[in-house]
């Protein structure tokens, strides 16, 4: 309980923060759907040329675009801004009024400051999923719904698992924007289906940095011809990296440099 009431608090200090400079605020979300509308225009473009894509029609695909466009809103909403500001934390000696707060150290760096404007990126996401299904005349059932839901949560923990440790090298680099952007120029590979690139392509976004778990496994699911095999790789491989970031942070708080110290 006392964890929720943190985030409650956080929620309302960085919305209070979000909404005092409105007009930026307004001009986020403009530039979010801007973004989205570049983005579909990029499938369009591929498919002015083809009927299919690794076998994924243009709606089916426009799935894919949506949930990519859902994790990148909540990454900029919740992840980014606080990996952003480690470096700095680190920098500046002020990690210390972090690691002396009587709550988790991790819990706290990675999860204090949100930027609610970029949560729109996220809702322009859902919106293109809905479009494609309503294209598609296709109502998924229950089941594949809630695999749907449980697939992304799982896909998202990953996703935090994966910037966390990239952040925690900050401890002896301080500055991770290339790190970082090297990650998200990976993530970016999700706007396509897995089976749009060519199999050694394919292999590295499906095992080794799978970011096909992010955007193509969860769209099979809600199409209902999910890879049962890729899914519980993605399981496992989420486990292991979550426990990893958990353990690698630990190790980089150890090496910290306190200002007071």
Request: some cysteine.
């Amino acid at each position: 309980m006392r964890y929720l009431t943190l985030i409650r608090l956080f929620v309302r200090s960085s919305l209070a923060i979000d909404l005092e400079y409105r007009a930026n605020f307004i001009s986020a979300m403009l530039m979010s759907v801007v973004d989205m509308l570049w983005g579909v225009a990029g499938i369009l473009f591929l498919f002015a040329y083809t009927d299919n894509i690794g076998g994924w029609s243009f709606n089916e695909s426009l799935i894919v675009i949506g949930l990519v466009y859902i994790s990148w809103g909540l990454n900029d909403a919740f992840l980014w801004p606080n990996t952003r500001e480690l470096g700095e934390h680190i920098r500046k000696g002020t990690m210390d009024f972090i690691l002396t707060k009587p709550i988790n150290s991790q819990f706290h760096a990675t999860f204090r400051r949100f930027k609610f404007d970029r949560l729109f990126t996220g809702v322009s996401g859902a919106g293109i999923i809905a479009y494609a299904l309503w294209q598609m005349q296709l109502s998924p059932s229950l089941g594949q719904w809630l695999l749907f839901g449980l697939l992304f949560a799982i896909s998202l923990v990953m996703m935090y698992s994966l910037v966390i440790m990239l952040a925690s090298s900050a401890f002896w680099i301080v500055n991770i924007n290339n790190l970082t952007e090297l990650f998200f120029g990976f993530l970016e590979m999700g706007r396509h289906p897995s089976r749009a690139y060519p199999e050694p392509m394919r292999i590295v976004i499906s095992f080794i940095v799978p970011v096909a778990f992010i955007s193509t496994v969860p769209a099979e699911a809600l199409l209902g011809r999910l890879n049962l095999g890729l899914a519980l790789y993605g399981l496992g491989f989420t486990v292991v990296a979550f426990g990893a970031c958990i353990v690698f942070w630990r190790f980089a708080v150890r090496h910290y440099g306190s200002a007071s110290s």
